[in-house]
């Protein structure tokens, strides 16, 4: 990794990954650059600030390029900075940045080609494999019954539509209380019965925004649209909050967990 040094700061400063060592450094050089072209803010402020859900060293370890991050990581790097600081329109930067995590995920994947395996060894290598597989499969056999998770039902999705209230980025007064609302489209082909938006995690001032664990979502039949509604009471200091919602069952079971937690986010004054 390049370094250089930067007027005003002590010690060496990198320059992120060179383009040219392989598609995992190329796409974090592109972390890199995205991050200093919105002001380059510190992965502290990345989270804490700005709302990214991933932890100080997950995004920090996304642009030094010594693995390829997940699509989740990358993601959440590049949502704050691309969408919310630099003002890119959510969905084109999701596309763009998802094709080119997928091409170094793919080149990666690729890898140099095929090795040959000399003869003597074949037979040990197969039945090592073997071995493992069985192994695998036992444990899978015995595991899930207890304390798996259960599945989503099959054709089951959401798509969020609107902030109805309280857009992301409203200012609020420290102490008072308002109400978030979202509204949602049943996109499946599962009715949704007996389900909740759970708290799922938050950013922002020490004491937070003062929620309910978990709020009711209304029964909806495949199609129709939904309006769910938290109560949420401002931390009494000036700041930033933003707290994650998911989908869960009445058990408190994620449901849809490949999707991306709604959230809301607001200025404390």
């Known amino acids: 990794m390049d370094v250089e040094r930067r007027p005003g700061r002590r010690g060496r400063v990198a320059r992120g990954p060179a383009e040219d060592s392989g598609p995992v450094a190329e796409f974090a050089r592109r972390l890199w650059e995205l991050k200093r072209a919105a002001g380059d803010p510190s992965y502290d402020r990345m989270r804490d600030e700005y709302g990214a859900l991933a932890s100080k060293s997950a995004l920090s370890a996304a642009a030094r390029g010594e693995r390829l991050p997940s699509w989740e990581t990358a993601w959440e790097f590049v949502r704050v900075l691309a969408a919310g600081v630099l003002g890119g329109d959510e969905d084109e930067v999701r596309h763009e940045w998802r094709g080119a995590w997928e091409r170094a995920r793919d080149a990666l994947t690729a890898g140099p080609g095929p090795v040959a395996v000399k003869p003597r060894r074949t037979a040990f290598l197969l039945a090592g494999a073997v071995a493992v597989v069985l192994v695998a499969a036992l444990v899978f056999v015995f595991a899930a019954p207890f304390g798996a998770e259960p599945a989503a039902p099959v054709g089951d999705a959401s798509e969020f539509v ?70 949420v009471r401002a931390p009494d200091a000036p700041g930033h909050c933003q ?25 404390v004054l």
């Not at 049943?186 to 938006?197: C, D, H, I, M, Q």
């Open 243 to 267: 707290v994650y919602w998911k989908m869960a069952d009445e058990q408190g079971h994620i449901l849809l967990p490949n999707a991306r937690a709604v959230f809301f986010s607001v200025r």
């Open 162 to 231: 609107a902030d109805v209230t309280v857009p992301d980025g409203s200012e609020v007064a420290a102490g008072s209380t308002f109400v978030k609302t979202w509204e949602f489209r049943n996109a499946g082909t599962v009715g949704w019965v007996g389900r909740y938006l759970v708290r799922a995690g938050s950013f922002g001032n020490p004491g937070e925004c003062g929620t309910p664990e978990r709020v009711p979502v209304p029964q909806t039949a495949p199609g129709e649209r939904v309006r769910v509604s938290v109560e």
